[in-house]
Each structure stands twice: as structure tokens, then as C-alpha cells.
């Protein structure tokens, strides 16, 4: 355990950020832990939600979200983009199931989805393009020009 210098009050963005990281990681404890109990719990069924893996980052000009997908359609997802919040939502359906099968395990997820990322960089909303290809969401975003990191040069006096 690495014990960190204190600096101070987190800002508030970072923290609402890491509060909502902390939430998806529960909300992924539970979804895995109830997982395949459905006949066991009454409120399950397959509407339940589930998370999606997500990879988000970074260049200088561009942040990048990467999105699996597995089953789903790219006409079933809906992705929106207000000020740094970037959500996905979307439904996997589920496939018929057979009567004469008897089912030994189940793992694979369907129901709606909803994924919402604090975009590390302000970006132009105008920009966004968004590909979907064998089960993976691909959008890049664009920064806007004062998002940019820009070098500062140092005069020698």
C-alpha cells in the first residue's frame, strides 16, 4: 500500500468523475454477482441492465472511445454528447430461446444498456464521428482549439 501526499482539495470534477467510475464498478459487482440467477430472484429478467466495456483516451487533438458491442446492432444504439458527458445506450435482444433444450449455464448478458463517460477534454460536438464494426463502437472526438495543449516559449533574458 503506497501511502500519497495530500495536496489539497480534489477538484470537483475529478471527484464527481471518480465518483462515477466507483459506480460503474459496483453496479458491475452486482450485475456479475446476479448474474444467471434470474430464476432465483423475482425482480430479475432479461430487461436488466448491463455495462459494456469501455476504452476511453487521449491525443493531443482527439479523445477516443472504444465500445464493445457483442450481439448488438448498430441501429440499437443511441449515443449523445451533452457539455463533457458522453452516453451510449442501447439494447442487446436477446435470441429466442428453444423449448426442447435444457439450459446447464447462462453467462451471456442482454437487456439495455447505458454507459456514460466524463470526457477528459473539452470537444467539438460538431466533429463526432462514430463507426461500428463486428461488434466494436468506435467514436472520435475532435478537441475543440482551446483544449489544445499548446507550447509556451521561453525567452532568454
Do not use: C
Request: hydrophobic share 35%; no cysteine; glycine share 6%.
Amino acid at each position: 500500500m503506497a501511502l500519497l501526499p495530500w495536496r489539497g482539495r480534489v477538484p470537483e470534477e475529478r471527484a464527481r468523475g471518480g465518483l462515477q467510475e466507483m459506480q460503474d464498478r459496483i453496479n458491475r459487482m452486482f450485475d456479475d454477482f446476479f448474474h444467471g440467477f434470474s430464476s432465483l430472484v423475482p425482480w430479475a429478467d432479461e430487461r436488466l441492465e448491463w455495462l459494456p466495456l469501455v476504452d476511453l483516451s487521449e491525443t493531443e487533438d482527439a479523445v477516443h472511445v472504444t465500445v464493445e458491442l457483442p450481439g448488438v446492432q448498430a441501429k440499437e444504439v443511441d449515443i449523445s454528447l451533452t457539455e463533457d458527458l458522453l452516453t451510449i445506450r442501447g439494447e442487446k435482444k436477446s435470441e429466442k430461446e428453444e423449448k426442447k433444450r435444457d439450459y446447464h449455464r447462462v453467462e451471456r448478458s442482454y437487456g439495455l444498456f447505458t454507459r456514460t463517460v466524463r470526457l477528459p477534454a473539452v470537444v467539438d460536438a460538431d466533429k463526432v464521428e462514430a463507426t461500428f464494426k463486428d461488434g466494436v463502437l468506435t467514436i472520435n472526438m475532435p478537441k475543440r482549439e482551446e483544449a489544445k495543449t499548446r507550447k509556451v516559449k521561453v525567452e532568454v533574458k
